[in-house]
């Protein structure tokens, strides 16, 4: 009985990374992504090409990324803060790197 639900519970998990193209309304393309993430990715752009919702977990929690980043960005100026719009010029590099500590060497 565990080898049949170790089985089902592999077909259930790998069902959740399938998906199907619809070609010549007889033809299907059938995919498998290796992972949520990447089936994420797939249908998400596939969706996007097709002028679609993208609606998996990823775009959710990239969208409240977003949301959450505009809303401080809101606040921010709201209190009169000044985001400058070029960031601040690269400092040059030091002309040695001695005060790094080196943990390779041993000292007694």
């Known amino acids: 009985a565990a080898e049949h639900y170790y089985s089902l519970t592999a077909f259930q998990e790998l069902l959740e990374l399938a998906f199907s193209i619809l070609h010549n309304s007889d033809e299907y393309l059938n995919f498998i992504a290796p992972d949520k993430h990447e089936y994420c990715i797939w249908t998400d752009g596939l969706n996007a090409l097709l002028a679609k919702e993208m609606t998996s977990e990823l775009t959710k929690s990239d969208m409240d990324t977003l949301v959450t980043m505009e809303l401080k ?13 070029i960031p601040p010029p690269v400092p040059k590099e030091p002309s040695t790197y001695d005060f790094v500590y080196d943990f390779s060497q041993q000292h007694t």
Do not use: K, T, V, W
Request: hydrophobic fraction near 45%; charge should be negative; charged fraction near 30%.
């Open 73 to 85: 960005l809101r606040l921010l100026d709201l209190e009169n803060i000044q985001i400058p719009d």
